[in-house]
């Protein structure tokens, strides 16, 4: 078992729309239980079995299956389960994106993942352009049991707010003094601002765990350079559901001319307003 300064194994489900607004803009994370129901686990857990997954650079025992998003079936009807998007419609505005979508699995021996963030202003190789949104929050469906032997979720608190050069989104750490151990049971997703600090914990049981990570974005906040458009073929085979969220994944709402005092200037903007934490 992995040492951890603190557990957060919290009663996720008591939290109000206001507080986890908060926990996720100023923490950079939050748990929503119990989103998936065991039939719906069990569905997925069959079509995951199926993908071809590859290893990753540093452990055989962490395997993995990119672009997952037109396999069809279970997997992707995820992409707009409804209890998720309401969140993120609450969180972000109307207009929600869809950016990525993969499959992982820490199997026993699994070192860990350092901590790192998805996040990178220029983008990276790891993560292309994706990364340069300058808002995203992954969704990580957990389809086993997070428990302190296998591979639970890691994140270093608040980290996404800090100005110091030490919290520079290409760094990444073997461990940090302040992270916290997120345990779970299946079914529950962990929502993560792609710029906080996290990874996960070394698998020292005796069982994988399986993970479904899809990415969002508020419609505004496109990446810096272009990322591959959607294929039209593939499109037209998604549920109709699923496809309002494939809108460009270049898309994206700013305008580099605008002037000091517009016509027609808003007065009001709730989604920001200091009370947003306090809805119920």
């Known amino acids: 078992m992995v040492e951890a300064k603190q557990i957060d194994d919290r009663d996720w489900s008591m939290l109000s729309l206001g507080e986890r607004i908060r926990q996720i803009e100023l923490e950079g994370y939050l748990v929503l239980p119990d989103l998936?129901?065991?039939s719906e686990i069990a569905r997925l857990q069959t079509e995951v079995a199926e993908l071809e997954t590859t290893p990753v650079d540093y452990s055989e025992h962490q395997r993995g299956c990119a672009s997952i998003q037109f396999r069809g079936g279970a997997i992707t009807e995820l992409i707009a389960h409804r209890p998720?998007?309401?969140f993120l419609h609450e969180l972000f505005g109307q207009e929600v994106v869809f950016m990525t979508y993969g499959y992982a699995r820490s199997e026993p021996g699994h070192p860990g993942i350092s901590l790192h963030?998805?996040?990178q202003p220029y983008g990276s190789e790891i993560f292309g352009y994706e990364g340069s949104c300058p808002w995203t929050v992954r969704v990580l469906y957990y389809l086993d049991?997070?428990?302190p032997e296998v591979s639970p979720f890691r994140v270093v608190p608040r980290s996404h707010l800090c100005m110091h050069a030490d919290a520079n989104p290409y760094q990444r750490f073997s461990s940090h003094p302040d992270e916290l151990m997120v345990t779970l049971k299946a079914g529950s997703a962990v929502l993560i601002n792609h710029k906080v600090f996290h990874g996960n914990y070394p698998n020292t049981g005796t069982r994988s765990r399986g993970m479904l990570a899809i990415s969002?974005?508020?419609a505004w906040a496109g990446p810096v350079q272009p990322?591959?458009?959607w294929p039209a073929t593939e499109l037209q085979q998604l549920p109709a559901a699923v496809r309002k969220l494939?809108?460009?994944p270049n898309h994206r709402e700013g305008d580099f001319f605008g002037a000091n005092k517009p016509a027609h200037m808003p007065n009001v903007a709730p989604g920001m307003n200091l009370n947003?934490?306090?809805r119920v």
């Open 276 to 278: 947003r934490w306090e």
């Open 117 to 119: 963030t998805d996040g």
């Open 145 to 147: 049991d997070l428990t």
């Open 246 to 248: 494939f809108q460009s």
């Open 84 to 86: 998720t998007l309401s």
């Open 216 to 218: 969002y974005r508020p």
């Open 36 to 38: 998936l129901s065991d």
């Open 227 to 229: 990322v591959d458009e």
